[in-house]
């Protein structure tokens, strides 16, 4: 190890620990705690109940037809592990819900697409 001229090493190495951490296997102490939440079922309910749709905690009011969309991605979604699925994917569901391209296209909703039209394909 070089020495600076201060006469101090340029890498100091510090143990910090109290011994080995390894062999002292703190799973198997019997602390009392008071509730119990290594059984993971808390967990899990929370999470479901994190995924599904609801729309009364937004803060407008959906139609009919964006509740059935939601509610169908939600489906997909969990069916297919799939928490963020590809526009394809998103597609896919659209069809499976009956829709169909029937009209030409009209300008893009929002300030981006203000007297845009989306191109045609093919």
């Known amino acids: 190890m070089a020495i600076e001229e201060s006469g101090k090493p340029e890498v100091l190495v510090t143990d910090r620990r109290n011994g080995d951490r390894r062999a002292l296997n ?41 509740i ?3 509610t169908a991605m939600d489906q997909y979604k969990r069916d297919n592990r ?21 009209a030409e296209p009209t300008a893009l909703p929002g300030l981006s697409g203000e007297g845009k039209k989306v191109p045609p394909k093919g």
């Open 68 to 70: 059935a969309f939601m």
């Open 26 to 66: 703190r799973r198997q102490r019997n602390v009392p705690v008071p509730q119990e939440r290594r059984s993971g079922q808390e967990r899990r309910n929370q999470g479901e109940r994190r995924r599904q749709v609801d729309p009364t905690t937004c803060e407008r009011d959906y139609t009919e037809e964006e």
């Open 82 to 102: 799939r928490p963020f699925p590809t526009w394809s994917e998103v597609l896919e569901v659209l069809y499976s819900l009956g829709y169909r391209k029937v």
